[in-house]
């Protein structure tokens, strides 16, 4: 089955301390996405790539950092830096294609700090 | 900058009604998309609407879009309880190729009472 993985689902952080959330795609996509979503709210771009060794900065990418080492692969680091990192992080990946780089989402990873 | 806005945010409504959720945005899109989110789940693509007078419908949902206006709707028909959910719009700015910076919409809160 084609699509995407995020792991781990759920995810608890202690102070100080950086974590990277995995997500992997089996469906060829060139570009990959990561958002964050607080409650109650819309979704937030923090970085996105559209090509292997090749990312940039959304609106929310202070305290976070991305690397894109292979096609099927777009990690995400929260660091210390990130002050208020408790949210649900969604990664999506598009073809890079005109007309068709709708974009499909993963399950999601719930990040919680304690 | 491209900004979205949805209304109304909550929407509390009997099965067999119908209804119509708003959505704006602020500058030139290339398209626009209706996705469904239920609780504590990622998101699921309902539509992707592509050029001014876009209609589509599936099921109870029917979506449009007028670019003149700025204005997209999805409109629900006879609701049922399975259709409760959030509902969220978003836009994205003109692009020709590569990868696309999608901007939310903070979501309507859809709940559909027997």
């Known amino acids: 089955d084609g699509g995407i993985t995020q792991s781990p689902k759920y995810l608890f952080r202690k102070e100080g301390q950086n974590v990277t959330l995995s997500c992997e795609q089996n469906?060829?996509?060139?570009?990959m996405y990561w958002y964050r979503q607080d409650p109650g709210q819309g979704l937030r771009l923090i970085y996105y790539?559209?090509?292997?060794?090749?990312?940039q900065k959304g609106d929310i990418a202070e305290g976070y950092s991305v690397s894109r080492e292979k096609k099927e692969s777009f990690p995400l680091t929260v660091t210390s830096a990130q002050k208020n990192p408790t949210a649900f992080y969604l990664c999506?990946?598009?073809?890079?294609?005109?007309?068709?780089?709708?974009?499909?989402f993963g399950p999601g990873t719930r990040l919680t700090v304690l | 900058e491209l900004k979205v806005e949805q209304n109304p945010l909550f929407l509390s409504m009997q099965e067999g009604k119908n209804y119509t959720i708003y959505c704006n945005y602020s500058?030139?899109?290339?398209?626009l998309y209706w996705y469904r989110q239920d609780p504590g789940k990622s998101l699921e693509s309902l539509f992707v609407?592509?050029?001014?007078?876009a209609v589509k419908q599936e099921g109870r949902l029917m979506a449009s879009l007028d670019t003149k206006a700025r204005l997209s709707t999805l409109h629900i028909t006879a609701a049922v309880h399975d259709l409760s959910a959030t509902y969220f719009c978003?836009?994205?700015?003109?692009?020709?190729?590569?990868?696309?910076?999608?901007?939310f919409g903070q979501g309507t809160r859809l709940t559909i009472n027997p």
């Open positions: 999506a990946s598009s073809t890079s294609l005109p007309y068709y780089n709708e974009q499909f």
């Open positions: 469906l060829n996509h060139d570009a």
């Open positions: 790539s559209q090509i292997v060794n090749d990312f």
């Open positions: 500058t030139t899109s290339d398209r």
């Open positions: 609407l592509l050029s001014n007078g």
């Open positions: 978003a836009a994205t700015p003109p692009i020709i190729q590569g990868a696309q910076k999608l901007v």
